[in-house]
């Protein structure tokens, strides 16, 4: 009876301190009662102690804490005080861990539900800014506006780049930024300090994005696409080389044209596409910098819903006839 009621006890407590939200993000990838090892990598926070889980939430905040993954860790202890990490180290201990998976997703969620998604072309699509600089109706082109850099050709010793400012907010505790056009990769709105470089078998985006925990962990989902292998299949067959039944060449000749080819026959995967491993191939992350001109681009069809989501694995064909 006195365990019963101290599981009631610490079930209330996540349900009613300001901590709730950042235990329970903590068990998308550390698991219901702290049982896993997150992304593969950490250590079972259920089987350290106490005194060892709130020396390393202070770590994470104050950065002296851990290895590779201090940067994603960061983020998610940064709002908490040091009375809430001691709470959370003593909640975790004590057995009761986060009741459900829906609880997981709806107080994780709630912790991130203040963030919007920005539009990060704002400010270089002022009308004011667009009449002033009149890109598309100059009848003299001066060696001043020829380039970016605003000087002309004579001063290329005094030309110098703007800086870029890459330092952002650490995974969790980021704004996302809409897309620029439909279906465009996602910039990364978040540092990526320890997550880089990428490998096949040390990909650290995975924890945070693959779809299962991406609800409770606040992050944007791999889409569909990133689960589907849309390469032809491709076989040698009598010494011709032959692409989802079609004969498009010899082995050692004119490869022909396969541009008629269409990504009809996608295979879906239960697991990640290796050749959508780099993610850092198409997302990029956003530098803080002044644009050199405005930006007349204005996208197509992209509504508030394909700000923030992708619809690619239904396009691809879009065009082939």
């Keep these: 009876m006195t365990k019963v009621l101290k599981v009631i006890a610490l079930g209330s407590l996540l349900a009613s301190t300001s901590y709730a939200a950042s235990l329970a993000a903590c068990a998308g990838c550390h698991g219901q009662h702290f049982e896993k090892k997150a992304m593969g990598k ?19 905040k104050d950065g002296s804490y851990g290895g590779a993954m201090k940067g994603l860790m960061k983020g998610q202890v940064a709002a908490l005080s040091d009375a809430d990490m001691k709470a959370m180290a003593t909640a ?61 050709l004579y001063t290329e010793s005094t030309v110098k780049p703007n ?19 439909v279906n465009a990769p996602p910039m990364i709105p978040h540092s990526v300090e320890g997550l880089l470089p990428i490998k096949q078998d040390n990909n650290q985006c995975l924890g945070c994005h693959m ?40 082995a050692k000749g004119d490869m022909g044209n396969v541009s008629d080819i269409k990504i009809a026959k996608a295979k879906k995967l239960d697991h990640l596409y290796q050749g959508r491993f780099n993610c850092s191939q198409c997302h990029a992350p956003q530098a803080k910098i002044d644009t050199a001109v405005g930006n007349t681009f204005k996208s197509d069809g992209l509504t508030e819903e394909f700000k923030s989501h992708s619809s690619l694995s239904d396009a691809m ?5």
């Design 42 to 60: 950490s250590k079972i926070v259920k089987d350290m102690s106490e005194a060892d889980i709130l020396v390393a939430l202070k770590g994470y």
């Design 92 to 152: 975790i201990k004590g057995g009761a861990g986060v009741a459900t998976n829906k609880a997981t997703e709806n107080a994780a969620a709630a912790a991130v539900a203040k963030s919007k998604v920005i539009d990060i072309n704002k400010d270089v699509c002022v009308p004011a800014r667009l009449d002033k600089e009149d890109l598309g109706n100059k009848k003299t082109v001066t060696e001043s506006t020829l380039g970016l850099r605003k000087a002309d």
């Design 163 to 181: 800086a870029a400012d890459f330092d952002r907010p650490a995974p969790g505790a980021s704004t996302k930024f809409e897309r620029a056009y």
């Design 211 to 250: 779809p299962e925990s991406a609800k409770a962990m606040g992050a944007t989902p791999i889409p569909v696409s990133h689960f589907t292998n849309y390469r032809p299949t491709t076989v040698l067959k009598n010494g011709e080389l032959v692409k989802e039944g079609k004969k498009v060449g010899l």
């Design 317 to 321: 064909n879009e065009g082939v006839k």
